[in-house]
């Protein structure tokens, strides 16, 4: 029977100008072994004494080097199949909102990144599930009430 596990989180960096929003997407090196030149949002492994949130603010950090002004939970989780191993993995999703003006420095990991509306990222974007939750938290910020039931923000002082 396969296992159900959750030991990934997925993290939407975002910045706002006036009424523009733009997302970070990451483009995978060419010499990683698994998935290279794949465009992708963070994505990060959960260590043993980490719990997603954790995960969530390191993997940030490791990957671009910046500092979260707030990291919201988008309530949708990303799943996937190893068949490899025979398991279920359920990837809880965030979103992080930076300074517009934040410098980014991406780790060895990426070789490149680019800010983009919407539109752009469910192009490039190669997983359904980061194009979901992409399109789930898009449509929140646009709301101007109720946007509190469904985004829970998370106290990261």
């Not at 523009?20 to 043993?48: D, H």
């Not at 980490?50 to 989780?77: D, G, H, M, V």
Request: aromatic content about 12%.
């Amino acid at each position: 029977m396969s296992k159900i596990i959750s030991k990934y989180v997925e993290v939407l960096v975002f910045r706002r100008n006036k009424n523009l929003i733009e997302y970070l997407i990451l483009q995978r090196g060419t010499k990683e072994k698994i998935y290279p030149n794949i465009w992708q949002v963070i994505t990060g492994k959960i260590k043993k004494n980490e719990n997603a949130i954790q995960t969530a603010i390191r993997e940030l950090k490791e990957e671009t080097f910046l500092k979260p002004i707030s990291l919201w939970k988008i309530n949708y989780i990303n799943s996937f199949y190893d068949e490899k191993n025979d398991e279920i993995n359920l990837n809880p999703m965030f979103a992080v909102e930076i300074d517009f003006d934040s410098k980014i420095k991406i780790s060895n990991e990426h070789q490149k990144y680019i800010w983009c509306v919407f539109n752009k990222c469910q192009k490039l974007l190669v997983w359904r599930g980061q194009k979901e939750a992409i399109k789930i938290f898009h449509k929140l910020l646009q709301r101007k009430n109720q946007k509190e039931i469904y985004l829970t923000k998370i106290d990261i002082a």
